[in-house]
């Protein structure tokens, strides 16, 4: 199966500051990967699929990008709202996958 | 707007069966295909199996011998079987929905809460 590594696993940053997230998956996924994001106790909440597509209702400060085995997600100015947890999902091949998340904590 | 809710036993005993049910409120379950995901203490989210309306699924291999994913349109809801459960089906337990298409690439974006399960004598 393919498998998903994120980096950095934590992230201390201040509100207004750019976060760089990434997810490299272990064959070619294509563009064929989803970000989401998660707060403790909240159900999952799709961002982006196909690598770069906001999902209905993701602020344009969210951005995605890459293809292949490299990807990134970056939050352009931090809201508060955006201290979470952020993992990335492959749905190239079955089963799919799962990255182990990115937390974006306040400095 | 669409909402999922899972719902469970809580705690099961090694060697039986766990049981799942996803009830799906605000919308239709025709035409879409549903999932059931886990995530154990510490580790990735893990995806169980799959599920069309229609009665069309799919399992994850590792865990093909044990786990049974059906549907019941009639009351909205789709459900998990897991036998001879370990404590490593320790998790929060999680139902969603694939609504998001791009050619023969679906996405998951409805999502349960999650309800957790504790395998333990």
């Known amino acids: 199966e393919i498998v998903l590594t994120q980096s950095p696993a934590t992230l201390s940053l201040s509100p207004g500051e750019r976060a760089t997230l990434s997810c490299r998956a272990s064959q070619s996924v294509s563009s064929h990967l989803a970000w989401y994001q998660q707060k403790p106790g909240q159900a999952p909440r799709l961002l982006m699929y196909e690598a770069s597509n906001r999902a209905t209702g993701t602020p344009a400060r969210f951005s995605g990008s890459g293809s292949g085995t490299d990807f990134t997600l970056t939050i352009s100015s931090l809201e508060p709202e955006d201290f979470a947890v952020y993992f990335c999902y492959q749905r190239s091949k079955w089963p799919e996958t799962y990255g182990p998340g990115t937390k974006v904590d306040i400095k | 707007q669409l909402q999922l809710q899972e719902s469970g036993p809580g705690l099961v005993k090694p060697s039986e069966t766990l049981s799942l049910t996803c009830t799906v409120s605000g919308g239709s379950m025709s035409n879409y295909w549903w999932d059931w995901i886990r995530q154990a203490p510490g580790k990735e989210m893990e995806s169980l199996a799959y599920?069309?309306?229609?009665?069309?699924?799919n399992y994850n291999p590792s865990l093909k011998s044990r786990v049974a994913i059906s549907v019941d349109t009639s009351k909205n809801q789709f459900f998990l079987r897991l036998t001879s459960v370990t404590a490593a089906d320790t998790a929060i337990y999680f139902c969603a929905r694939y609504g998001v298409v791009v050619g023969n690439y679906y996405y998951t974006d409805v999502w349960g809460k999650g309800t957790t399960v504790t395998v333990s004598s």
């Open positions: 599920i069309h309306s229609s009665g069309d699924s």
